[in-house]
Nanobody
């Protein structure tokens, strides 16, 4: 089993930045692909950004390209999401997710989930 705990959410003005962190336990990160999903009220959960097990591949949703970046530190079992130039439409609950995968590609399906952290961007 993999446990994921997110931190770093909050309220920020449009144009600002936030950094979310996800700490994994129960398994080392180096066999896990990691992703960040978000779900806004009344909308489906969507994959925002993801990274494969060794950092060799990344996925970015079109809506966040050029603004969000993902990084991982397998030694510390952490994955971070840096969000810049935030927009009101980025407001959502953000979830860290993981899946066992040693593929060079970034998976789109995930098995383990954090509890979520709220990000609110005011206009």
């Amino acid at each position: 089993q993999v446990q994921l705990v997110e931190s770093g959410g909050g309220l920020v003005q449009a144009g600002g930045s936030l950094r979310l962190s996800c700490v994994a336990s129960g398994r080392t990160l180096n066999s896990l692909a990691m992703g960040w999903f978000r779900q806004a009220p009344g909308k489906e959960r969507e994959l925002v950004i993801a990274i494969n097990w060794n950092g060799g591949s990344r996925y970015y949703a079109d809506s966040v390209k050029g603004r969000f970046t993902i990084s991982r530190d397998n030694a510390k079992n952490t994955v971070d999401l840096q969000m810049n130039s935030l927009k009101p439409e980025d407001t959502a609950v953000y979830y860290c997710a993981a899946v066992l995968s040693l593929s060079p590609a970034v998976p789109k399906e995930y098995d383990y989930w954090g509890q979520g952290t709220q990000v609110t961007v005011s206009s």
